[in-house]
């Protein structure tokens, strides 16, 4: 056999496996017990799992980010279990146990934990398609349109918690559509245990409450006691590891029952959550209602947002109205509790309904494949046409978030204007989910140790302050020095250094009081920070 043949057999081979992965159809001399055997669930949910963790692998952090990732970060190296709101104890668990790999450095092996749950998100919603009876075509362009969308990708590519959340709270919408179905008593008890499992990771899953309750409530003739009793069971085995440290943390800090709830439900680090709740005002109403528009849009680009669109609408007829509700519930008590939650970073918190959207725009992918089967346009095939649609769901997000940020820096100034993290590539950090090479938070930090004088107390607010902890903390780098959270509590944190040397990250303008630290101290370059000196100790 010529290399000319060799070439074309392989490449006949794989089309093959591709039309049986993606079409499930059998082609002509394909032997049929191997397709057969490709077919299952688990193995079709792990193919897609496998897809979206390589394009993770591939695009994930080196090593150490900005704010919340490397304290995060620094949370896994210490072990830090805690009950609060913000503490993720189950991901802080799974998160340390992955500083023990032995490769890469610590940051790169906490940002692994992100790729792999990302994974298993993606998996998990192939499953919850399949329980909606969602053709295999349609499941692949939804999980592919999924696993690109622009927040979920940034996030499985770096230390942050939310894939683990959205992978739990997969596993809850899963054993929920299971149970509907089936109203077996196991698949109740399984509800119970995610539920568990779920709050261990993240409390928006909380959010999913209004459309379980709607579950339990149309499918009440299934709700036995035993099943009940077993399922209330399994939830309260899967939380005594959360119950232990909200009790370890209430004889820590003095707390009754009700401070400990609220600990649990409201607090991180000092800082209380529940004051940024239900901020809903016609004032701003305007601006929230842009920000959902454009994120959403954002997230699913073309023929996505459009499917999405669509599935929503076809759900009532195709689903009946029990199962449509659950996804209107899914999708609009987490979509709307982030349209009122006033947080800077108020763009992660719709993910969970992005979870939602994707089970809608299954459903309209599903009705489109119907219609492209029925009615075959006379210029391409339905093969043709799918393999097409699959590659615009791809290609248009991943150019769109690539080419946006380098046209923005180029040609409109009040971008290049705007502040953003240092380095080189800081015009691409937020709108290009990729971090494959990304070192510029630890060359700042590092280039920070290098030049602060010895003893010297370093201000900076977190996303620049964060890093350097890291280094000082993870790797033992410049112990003399400490680094202080600014500025709300500027006069708290000048007067603690006393004769200490004084540094100051940057002079932006909102952020730092420049204004103040010109009036009391002579202000010197010392890149890439800036040195205090107090004016009482100059010469004249």
């Known amino acids: 056999m010529s290399a000319l043949q060799r070439v074309s057999r392989r490449a006949r081979r794989s089309i093959w496996i591709l039309d049986a992965a993606i079409l499930g159809s059998t082609p002509a001399g394909w032997p049929e017990t191997r397709v057969r055997a490709r077919s299952t669930a688990l193995v079709e949910a792990g193919f897609l799992a496998l897809g979206s963790f390589l394009l993770y692998w591939f695009t994930l952090a080196p090593t150490v980010l900005w704010g919340d990732d490397a304290l995060l970060q620094v949370q896994a190296f210490q072990g830090q279990l805690r009950a609060s709101a913000g503490s993720h104890p189950l991901w802080v668990l799974v998160a340390h146990l992955f ?15 992100s790729a792999l749950f990302g994974a298993v998100t993606v998996g998990l919603l192939d499953l919850c ?7 295999r075509p349609a499941r692949v362009a939804t999980v592919t349109a999924f696993a690109v969308s622009h927040t979920f990708w940034a996030h499985a590519v770096r230390t942050e918690v939310y894939t683990m959340t959205l992978a739990t709270l997969a596993l809850v919408i899963l054993f929920a559509l299971r149970w509907q179905q089936s109203g077996h008593p196991r698949e109740l008890v399984f509800l119970g245990m995610a539920l568990g499992i779920a709050l261990n990771t993240h409390v928006m899953v909380l959010l999913l409450g209004p459309a ?3 579950l339990l409530v149309v499918r009440r003739q299934a709700l036995t006691p035993r099943a009940v009793g077993w ?12 119950a232990t440290l909200l009790w370890l943390d209430s004889q820590r800090l003095g707390m009754d029952l009700l401070q400990s709830l609220h600990w649990a439900l409201f607090e991180f680090d000092g800082f209380n959550f529940r004051g940024r709740f ?13 920000q959902w528009l454009g994120y959403l849009t954002l997230q699913f680009l073309g023929p996505a947002l459009g499917a999405g669109i669509l599935g929503a609408v076809v759900s009532w007829k195709r689903l009946g109205r029990s199962q449509a509700l659950f996804l209107a519930l899914l999708y609009l008590v987490p979509a709307a509790f982030a349209f009122a939650y006033d947080v800077g970073d108020r763009y992660v918190f719709y993910l969970p ?25 006379a210029w391409i095939s339905p093969k043709g046409a799918l393999y097409a649609g699959l590659a615009l769901i791809v290609l248009l997000p991943v150019l769109t978030y690539r080419l946006t940020p380098e046209l923005l820096y180029r040609y409109s100034p009040q971008f290049r204007q705007v502040r953003r993290v240092p380095g080189p590539n800081s015009h691409y950090f937020l709108l290009w989910p990729s971090r494959a090479n990304y070192y510029d938070a630890r060359e700042y930090a590092e280039a920070v140790l290098d030049a602060l ?6 201000l900076a607010e977190p996303v620049l302050a964060t890093p350097v902890r890291y280094l000082q903390s993870v790797e033992g780098l410049r112990p003399d020095v400490t680094v202080r ?24 303008e909102g952020v730092y009081p420049v204004a103040m630290l010109e009036e009391r101290y002579q202000i010197q370059p010392l890149p890439p920070v800036y040195v205090l000196t107090p004016r009482s100790q100059q010469h004249p």
């Open 129 to 135: 398609l399949r329980e909606l009876r969602v053709s």
């Open 485 to 508: 959270f600014c500025c709300w509590d500027v006069e708290e944190a000048l007067a603690e250094a006393g004769e200490r040397p004084l540094v100051v990250a940057d002079l932006a």
């Open 231 to 242: 399922a209330l069971i399994a939830t309260l085995v899967a939380l005594i590891p959360l």
């Open 99 to 113: 500083t023990k790999l032995p490769f890469g450095d610590v940051a790169y092996r906490v940002n692994l934990v």
């Open 353 to 377: 309904s992005y979870l939602a959207f994707a089970l809608w725009m299954g459903l309209g992918f599903q009705w489109l494949w119907q219609r492209l089967q029925a009615r075959p346009p």
């Open 453 to 458: 004088p010895e003893d010297a107390v370093f």
């Open 278 to 290: 239900f901020r809903f005002a016609w004032a701003t109403f305007p601006r929230d209602l842009s």
């Open 212 to 214: 379980l309750l709607w």
